[in-house]
């Protein structure tokens, strides 16, 4: 499990995401699965901004870097205008 700090929209489960290192190797592509909120499980997490993050958990696959640099990016249909896109 790892802490992440939502300052810019929110996370759904299944959500398609997409874990990058600011200076370092780390690169994780997995959807999000196990999503805790003040310690209990949800499906939806409450939208976070620069002015109100909201701190979450959420489990990975691999090992991501604790040094707060690695950014995550979520991926819907919304995303983009065309439903298409590939990563």
């Known amino acids: 499990m790892a802490t992440i700090s939502l300052d810019n929209g929110y996370i759904s489960n299944n959500d398609d995401i997409v874990i990058m290192g600011e200076n370092s190797d780390t690169y994780i592509h997995q959807n999000a699965k196990l999503i805790k909120y ?4 949800v499906d939806k997490t409450p939208r976070g901004t620069k002015e109100r993050k909201v701190e979450i958990e959420l489990k990975f696959k691999e090992s991501a870097i604790g040094n707060g640099l690695d950014k995550v990016y979520i991926f819907t249909d919304k995303t983009y205008w065309k439903r298409k ?3």
């Open 38 to 41: 003040l310690g209990k499980n």
């Open 85 to 87: 896109y590939s990563l």
